[in-house]
């Protein structure tokens, strides 16, 4: 990925609990990922809004999702099996767009448009790579719970979807919420994690950057769709 500086506390509403974060842990700025709300102007466009939910930044050293995803991921590089991860959640958004006869475009030119109406959210703010498993992930939500959930909660005032990059990612944000009212619930064959009354989580299948164009991009807006069905919208 190109480098984009770190920005805490940054415009978000996320940046108060950013830089709390930071300060609590005694933090160097360059060990942190912010993330969150890509555009705040923008956050509406979808209803429910969606939240990509991953396991950290492919990176070395701290780095601005938001930024990054603003400028609309640009010069990202692929890993993995070398499927970059932000242009298979652009090719999911304009999936859903054609589904519920929306505009959104393919095409590297048009991707800041797209990623500009979500948030990221990363479970673990520090650098890290591509291979992860439950017993490290658990540990950074355990450490971070507190500020983990603040961050959530933020995006749970209206119905939010939250997209979790594979079993390793949703299996963490149920372990996050093990204390939180919460229901498994199945929606048109679907299972998802209803909790904060707005809030449906749900496993896409895979990392974005090792999804199957078929397969995942289908259960990516069949899942919107059968929450929207829910919803009644």
């Keep these: 990925?190109?480098?984009h500086e770190v920005q805490i506390p940054g415009e978000g509403p996320e940046g108060p609990i950013f830089q709390e974060w930071v300060d609590q842990w005694n933090l160097p700025t360059k060990m942190f990922s912010d993330d969150g709300i890509v555009d705040v102007a923008q956050f509406g466009f979808w209803n429910p809004r969606i939240v990509i939910v991953l396991k950290d930044v492919h990176s070395?050293?701290?780095f601005s999702l938001r930024s990054f995803l603003k400028a609309g991921a640009r010069n990202e590089d692929g890993y993995g099996d070398g499927r970059p991860t932000w242009g298979v959640v652009q090719r999911w958004l304009v999936a859903l767009s054609n589904r519920i006869g929306g505009n959104l475009k393919l095409g590297d030119s048009n991707r800041a448009v797209a990623l500009r109406t979500i948030a990221a959210l990363n479970l673990k703010k520090s650098p890290g790579g591509s291979i992860a498993d439950n017993s490290e992930v658990n540990r950074h939500v355990?450490?971070?719970?507190e500020f983990l959930l603040r961050q959530i909660r933020l995006y749970c005032d209206k119905p939010t979807v939250?997209?979790?990059g594979g079993r390793i990612v949703y299996d963490a944000l149920k372990h996050l919420l093990k204390d939180i009212?919460?229901?498994i619930i199945r929606v048109e064959g679907m299972e998802f994690l209803h909790f904060f009354e707005n809030a449906y989580a749900f496993d896409v299948g895979h990392h974005p950057c090792m999804s199957s164009k078929s397969k995942h991009d289908k259960?990516?807006?069949e899942a919107v769709m059968a929450v929207r069905s829910l919803l009644k919208l």
């Design 219 to 221: 259960k990516f807006v």
């Design 1 to 3: 990925m190109g480098m």
């Design 60 to 62: 070395s050293c701290g």
């Design 142 to 145: 355990d450490t971070d719970r």
């Design 181 to 183: 009212e919460s229901s």
């Design 162 to 164: 939250f997209a979790c």
